[in-house]
């Protein structure tokens, strides 16, 4: 089985992350609140005029009539782009007159159903023509005992290419803006990460022979204070276990040392001349006792060693060692001397 390997996440690459996902949230609700609010207000604004229009052209159609109503339709020149388009029909809804070169633009088909001019101006039509949005409207007029309407269209176009391009500009105000918000993002998290640079270079200090510094006595910042002082308390455990431990080595050296030396002088001494038996085997139990001093030196540090090594084992390993096997071979070997001493 393969365990797969996982790769640290960075803090400060996730803080930019979500940094800017929501400065760039904001900003596009925000911007996307305000083209509403100016879309929505210019199109009221062309409403009202075109409101004022139909208001205006049914004063003239009232106090001129229909015959000097189209003669001033007729007499207007109106070009591709004009801002507005006139039509009067009469009851049967035949064109009576129309401005010059509307009939190929906008047929009388496409405008919706005329109202009364006392009630109020109802949302205008959009209809796409030639490349131009135009806004419909008619109304009843009434004349001479017959009925008449008007047929009123605005021309939107320069409306709606001021709004596309006020469009392009939010998106270009919002991409420079999640830019920045993205470099802010950058300096911030630098700047609040620093502390915990200036830690670690602060632990990266610590070693065998320092223990005994402290990194909780310098300023840091609320969140790393509790780290610190956990890291100091660790520091404190780890001073004490270090000093109990240079403690236990030498006395250790000196338990070690004393049983080595007195099996040493013995041999030493048991080899300078020639011995009995019972000499022999007085060096020998001697021997045996110190060598007996040994392995239970052997059997406290294995005990010792269980905690620090941790592993099951180790430990059922270290409770089957038996210091006779490491003794045996002295045995023997004295056992030998005494059989050739007392041989005849």
């Given at each position: 089985?393969?365990?797969?390997r ?12 979500l ?13 996307g609140?305000f ?12 409403n009202?005029?075109l409101?004022d229009?139909?208001?205006a ?6 106090e ?7 003669e001033e339709?007729?007499?207007r020149?109106a ?10 029909l009469d009851?049967e809804g ?6 010059p ?6 047929p009388?088909?496409?405008?919706p ?13 959009d209809?796409r ?7 419909l ?5 009434t ?13 939107r176009s320069s409306?709606e ?11 270009v105000?919002?991409?420079?803006s999640i830019?920045?918000s993205?470099l ?19 632990l990266?200090r ?5 223990l ?18 956990a890291f100091d308390d660790?520091?404190a ?5 270090f000093?109990?431990?240079s ?6 050296a ?15 001494v ?7 038996s019972?000499?022999?085997r007085?060096?020998i139990?001697?021997?045996?006792a110190e ?10 540090l294995?005990?010792?060693?269980r905690?620090?090594?941790g ?10 060692i038996?210091m ?9 070997k ?6 050739c001493?007392?041989?005849?």
């Amino acid at each position: 089985m393969f365990s797969r390997r996982t790769e640290s996440r960075s803090i400060a690459s996730q803080l930019i992350v979500l940094f800017t996902l929501a400065a760039a949230l904001l900003l596009a609700c925000g911007l996307g609140v305000f083209y509403s609010i100016v879309v929505r207000h210019a199109f009221a604004e062309d409403n009202a005029v075109l409101a004022d229009k139909v208001s205006a052209l049914s004063a003239d159609f009232n106090e001129g009539g229909p015959k000097n109503f189209g003669e001033e339709l007729k007499a207007r020149h109106a070009g591709d782009h004009a801002p507005y388009w006139v039509r009067l029909l009469d009851s049967e809804g035949r064109t009576l007159t129309e401005m010059p070169g509307m009939d190929r633009i906008l047929p009388s088909e496409v405008f919706p159903r005329a109202q009364g001019t006392t009630s109020p101006l109802r949302n205008p039509k959009d209809y796409r023509a030639a490349g131009n949005l135009f806004s419909l409207v008619a109304t009843n007029e009434t004349s001479g005992g017959k009925t008449y309407a008007i047929q009123v269209a605005q021309d939107r176009s320069s409306d709606e290419q001021v709004e596309r391009e006020f469009g392009v500009l939010l998106i270009v105000v919002l991409s420079g803006s999640i830019l920045a918000s993205a470099l802010i993002a950058i300096t911030v998290t630098r700047h609040g990460l620093r502390p915990l640079g200036e830690m670690t270079r602060s632990l990266e200090r610590t070693g065998p022979t320092h223990l005994n510094e402290r990194v909780a006595q310098t300023g840091w910042p609320r969140e790393l204070q509790p780290l610190a002082v956990a890291f100091d308390d660790m520091l404190a455990r780890l001073e004490d276990s270090f000093t109990r431990l240079s403690q236990f080595s030498a006395d250790l050296a000196h338990e070690l040392r004393t049983p080595i030396a007195n099996i040493l002088g013995e041999a030493q001494v048991a080899l300078t001349r020639d011995r009995t038996s019972d000499e022999y085997r007085e060096v020998i139990e001697s021997t045996v006792a110190e060598c007996e001093r040994l392995s239970g030196i052997v059997d406290n540090l294995l005990f010792v060693a269980r905690p620090w090594k941790g592993s099951r084992r180790f430990i059922e390993r270290s409770r089957r060692i038996d210091m006779s096997r490491s003794i045996a071979p002295a045995k023997a070997k004295f056992t030998a001397i005494r059989f050739c001493s007392v041989a005849p």
